[in-house]
């Protein structure tokens, strides 16, 4: 989950609904989101805080001037990308025993640096196990680091499964010659969905005697969830933390997850380590670790799952298709959002008019991407 969703969960939740000035004010604020790879490509996204009861995403703080740099040393560029507030450094190889930080000056002249943070090197993720259960489905992810030098962990994940319509269109509508034409469109036959993972985990094992997590629950999904109709996969990443930053994503779990009863903390405002140096009244939201990542991605196929659990393809409204008579047949189909999918014949063999759906029900695009990945 990025920062910014994160803050907007902070909004809601409560008995008595409670907005932090910084959101509900007019003024808005810099959102960084990110943290510096020393092993590897750097990407931080800059936002603005916005009104929360705007439908939009958040407005991207575009044309600032991004870099790293090394305590007492040297300075690394972050250009920004195509996609406006995300900039990104070239691959770097970063000294690992010298503290690190981010630094920033936005088109308004605002001036913004992460505090230095130590340097840590993620170790790799031994296994990303499942296993079903009677109600589904459990995923477990297993580290260590024989050094004992990690102690405090995090992982997010993005999920990818395959997306397969109900029906393939034999005709499609000319809406200027009124007529029925066999189907071009060329709608695809598969699609692949993708999600990031929105809650925060994180574990430690400062009370261990060995630093080994075992079995974390990363990730359950219901036996009838759709993502596992046909062919499902998790990417996990795994990142080690500072104590400071563990225990700034542990705070911000405690607000965004374990608020809601009478006797839960209140939200409170969580800024992180980003401070504006030429305006002390100014705000800035998020903490900027230095710490490199670490991968892992497993498949799970239809097949390999119990054969008694009825997945749900995501479907379900759209079948049985609609009827239409061919009395309705220029009203229905002239706007191009119901397709004709088949013809429907009488009894007596006449043209009684065509089964349609909507577009969601036809076209997979609407739910995800028909680019195949380059990793399945």
Same mark, same amino acid.
């Given at each position: 989950?990025?920062?910014?969703g994160?803050?907007?969960?902070?909004?809601? $939740?409560?008995?008595?609904?409670?907005?932090?000035?910084?959101?509900?004010?007019?003024?808005?604020h810099l959102?960084?989101? $990110?943290?510096?790879?020393?092993?590897g490509?750097?990407?931080?996204?800059?936002?603005?805080?916005?009104?929360?009861?705007?439908?939009?995403p958040?407005? %991207?703080?575009?044309?600032?001037?991004?870099y790293?740099?090394?305590?007492? $040393?040297?300075?690394y &560029?972050m250009?920004?990308?195509?996609?406006?507030? @995300?900039?990104?450094?070239?691959s770097?190889?970063?000294?690992m025993?010298k503290?690190?930080?981010?630094r920033?000056t936005?088109?308004?002249?605002?001036?913004?640096?992460?505090?230095?943070?130590?340097?840590?090197?993620t170790?790799?993720?031994?296994?990303?196990?499942?296993?079903?259960?009677?109600?589904? #489905?459990?995923?477990?992810v297993?580290?260590?680091?024989?050094?004992?030098?990690?102690?405090?962990?995090?992982?997010?994940?993005?999920?990818?499964? *395959?997306?397969?319509?109900?029906f393939r269109?034999?005709?499609?509508?000319n809406?200027?010659?009124?007529?029925?034409? %066999?189907?071009?469109?060329?709608?695809?036959?598969?699609?692949?969905?993708?999600?990031?993972?929105s809650?925060?985990a #994180?574990t430690?094992?400062?009370?261990?005697?060995? =630093?080994?997590?075992?079995?974390?629950?990363?990730?359950?999904?219901?036996? @009838?969830?759709?993502?596992?109709?046909?062919?499902?996969?998790?990417?996990?990443?795994?990142?080690?933390?500072?104590? *400071?930053?563990y225990?700034?994503?542990?705070?911000l779990?405690?607000t965004?997850?374990?608020?809601? @009863?009478?006797?839960?903390?209140?939200?409170?405002?969580?800024?992180?380590?980003?401070?504006?140096?030429?305006?002390?009244?100014? #705000?800035?939201?998020?903490y900027?670790?230095?710490?490199?990542? &670490?991968?892992?991605r497993?498949?799970?196929?239809?097949s390999?799952?119990?054969?008694?659990?009825?997945?749900? @393809?995501?479907?379900?409204?759209c079948?049985?298709?609609?009827?239409?008579?061919?009395?309705?047949?220029?009203?229905?189909?002239?706007?191009?959002?119901?397709?004709?999918?088949? =013809?429907?014949?009488?009894?007596?063999?006449?043209?009684?008019?065509?089964?349609a759906a909507?577009?969601?029900?036809?076209?997979?695009r609407?739910?995800?991407?028909?680019?195949?990945?380059?990793f399945?």
């Open positions: 989950m990025t920062l910014w994160l803050l907007l969960v902070m909004l809601s $939740g409560c008995i008595d609904e409670y907005m932090p000035d910084a959101i509900s004010t007019a003024k808005s959102v960084v989101d $990110g943290f510096i790879n020393p092993t490509i750097t990407t931080i996204t800059l936002s603005r805080t916005y009104p929360v009861g705007l439908n939009s958040p407005p %991207p703080e575009t044309k600032a001037t991004v790293i740099e090394q305590e007492g $040393g040297n300075r &560029a250009p920004e990308t195509a996609t406006k507030g @995300t900039y990104q450094s070239a770097l190889k970063l000294d025993s503290p690190y930080h981010l920033l936005t088109a308004a002249g605002k001036q913004y640096a992460s505090e230095y943070v130590a340097a840590k090197l170790p790799p993720i031994d296994n990303v196990r499942w296993q079903a259960a009677a109600d589904g #489905l459990n995923i477990y297993n580290s260590h680091d024989a050094k004992n030098t990690t102690q405090y962990y995090r992982w997010e994940y993005e999920e990818t499964w *395959e997306i397969m319509p109900p269109p034999l005709y499609e509508y809406r200027f010659t009124r007529q029925m034409v %066999p189907n071009t469109a060329g709608y695809p036959s598969i699609c692949w969905g993708t999600a990031k993972s809650a925060v #994180l430690k094992t400062t009370s261990l005697s060995q =630093d080994i997590v075992a079995d974390f629950p990363l990730r359950s999904l219901a036996s @009838t969830e759709s993502p596992l109709r046909y062919r499902y996969s998790i990417l996990v990443k795994q990142y080690a933390h500072t104590p *400071e930053e225990a700034y994503w542990s705070q779990k405690k965004t997850e374990d608020i809601g @009863t009478l006797f839960d903390p209140l939200p409170s405002q969580i800024t992180g380590n980003v401070r504006c140096l030429n305006d002390t009244e100014e #705000l800035a939201f998020g900027v670790g230095a710490h490199s990542a &670490a991968e892992k497993i498949f799970i196929s239809r390999q799952l119990p054969g008694t659990w009825f997945i749900n @393809t995501g479907y379900e409204k079948v049985p298709p609609d009827t239409i008579e061919m009395k309705y047949v220029d009203a229905t189909f002239k706007s191009g959002l119901v397709v004709p999918i088949a =013809d429907v014949y009488s009894k007596s063999g006449g043209l009684r008019g065509y089964t909507g577009l969601d029900c036809i076209d997979c609407k739910r995800g991407s028909a680019v195949r990945p380059v399945w």
